[in-house]
DNA sequence: ATTTTGATGGTATGGTTGTACCACAAAAAC
DNA sequence: GTTTTTGTGGTACAACCATACCATCAAAAT
């Protein structure tokens, strides 16, 4: 064999040229052709590593909220050793609302990806139910430690709504994200006691 | 000339059947052609109505506001000649939960609307703004009229945002719309007296 | 009665897209 | 040293899309 190439990296630059690409003009806007120019290779290229463009689309929407999964994880990191319970809140739900470009790249193709899901049965599943479920569940907990009084599952339930549709909003320009996270913080501050 | 034919009728008849085509396959997957078809009409025919496809498009998107928006209505006039506060502010939020099937159609072309004029600026401006922002007012003189305490600005904003992000969760499939409504009834019942 | 003109159908065209196919070089395997 | 195998490029192809163009027919205007 010739360059005896990794593998795996080569299908991680070309899927985080596909995000770029999608986050410059939008996922429907995504090519063959755009995803290899932003990658700096061939078409053939792009076949050689994923046979097919929707094989490589399902690539790009793993590899999305892996990424996402990281940031969270990274802030988590950054609230400390062992953060309170209302700053792993925050943190959580902070992340949903998009701040600097590369998060409001990853929230912007994240929800172009959702919307697919619902019309495309190639991208539906559970795959986009999976971590939300997840991160409901971590949250309940949370608030449940953070002494939040009634039904806990039901506030975290809301809390990832509103969160969501904060992040939405901003996305769309209607709401800064000072403010999203303004009314964030306001609403923890009347469910979490202290 | 020959059949002196309604054009505002002609045009709507087109729109609404734009409206089912992107119900079925996603807005995405919106052509000339499927318009036509699902219209019963020639391509030519929808050509001649709507020049070009964005022209076809930004109507549809008017139709469908417009339609939304007739649907709150609808649902305001059901709640009495004069209703409570409370059964107001309830029938705006729960229209945001996709019930019925063509209040998850409308829902679901309307995101995907949303999502494309964050990136095709065509489709981009206040079109999409001024609704929302009107109905946050709204929301926000409902809520001091029901007796809100705190900023009841901040109160629309965070009922407006959880609405939207409940009902994108249940058009994903990841709750139903009961668990949804619940949810909203629930801080609703927190947040005003009585 | 003839000439416009509005409404419609059909079809051609230029561009784009995903994918298949062909070629080839170079390193590994034998 | 020959033969696989792996990575890569280029290109061809069939489908599809939006749109432009050509034709027609009937009613209205003259």
Redo the contacts with the bound molecule.
Sequence with gaps: ?????D?EE?RAHIVDALLRSAAADGLHA?????VAVEAG?????V??YF????QLLLAAMTRLTTRMGERIHRRLRAAGASPAPRDVIEAVLLEAVPTDGESRAFHLIHTEYAVLSVTDPALAGPAFLAAPDEMEAFLAARLAAAGVTGDARREAVLLMAASAGLGLSVLLGQRTADDAADVLRHHLDRILPG
Tied chains: 1, 2.
């Design positions: 064999m010739p360059k005896l190439v593998h080569r995504v090519t063959m052709r755009s290779v061939s078409v053939r290229l076949q050689y046979d097919t463009k929707e």
